[in-house]
């Protein structure tokens, strides 16, 4: 006959298990990142806002991760977060600090990059959303700037099927 303690392991085993799962419709893998719309450009970030960013994301349960380069100059930024309640929204952020980086033409040792992005799932390949970089620097006043944008995010050119 099983013991209490026995039970209680077998559902703790379970639960464990059911967390690892991933149940959402957003597929994990690479994507494109697309500037749709910039609210805001005080760093002079985007060369080309036609230049897509590529990202990955890493789905575990309810986190998220995306890595993606926000320019050359800062490569690999890991941004960690979660899925909201409904399953369809998802907000991630990173930092990295002492990040030597260019600014309207001068040369910039922030102290901080601070990157947030929310996104909303379209689709199992496609997500939309928006995307704010922070530059802080405390000696150098002139680095401290601020990129906001609308983006689109599909992977491997899978757009969202037309619904009739």
């Known amino acids: ?23 959402f419709v957003q597929n994990a893998g690479n994507y494109t990142l697309q500037v749709v719309e910039v609210m805001r450009d005080d760093c002079e970030m985007l060369s080309s806002p036609e230049a897509p960013w590529d990202a990955s994301v890493v789905i575990t349960g309810q ?8 320019n050359p100059e800062l490569l690999d930024m890991q941004l960690v977060g979660r899925f909201l309640a409904g399953g369809e929204r998802f ?11 260019h600014v309207r033409g001068q040369d910039c040792l922030l ?10 799932t379209q689709c199992a390949t496609a997500f939309d959303g928006a995307l704010r970089v922070r530059y802080e620097s405390r ?19 899978a757009t969202c099927p037309v619904v009739p």
Not at 63 to 70: G, K
Not at 139 to 157: H, Y
């Open 1 to 23: 006959m099983p013991t209490r303690r026995s039970f209680s392991l077998s559902l703790l085993a379970a639960a464990g298990l059911t967390l690892g799962c991933n149940d």
């Open 63 to 70: 986190v998220v991760r995306i890595n993606f380069a926000i």
């Open 91 to 101: 907000m991630v952020d990173g930092t990295r600090g002492n990040a030597a980086v």
């Open 111 to 120: 102290d901080q990059v601070s990157v947030h992005l929310e996104g909303t």
């Open 139 to 157: 000696l150098q006043e002139s680095c401290a700037c601020e990129l906001w944008t609308r983006f689109e995010a599909v992977q491997d050119s």
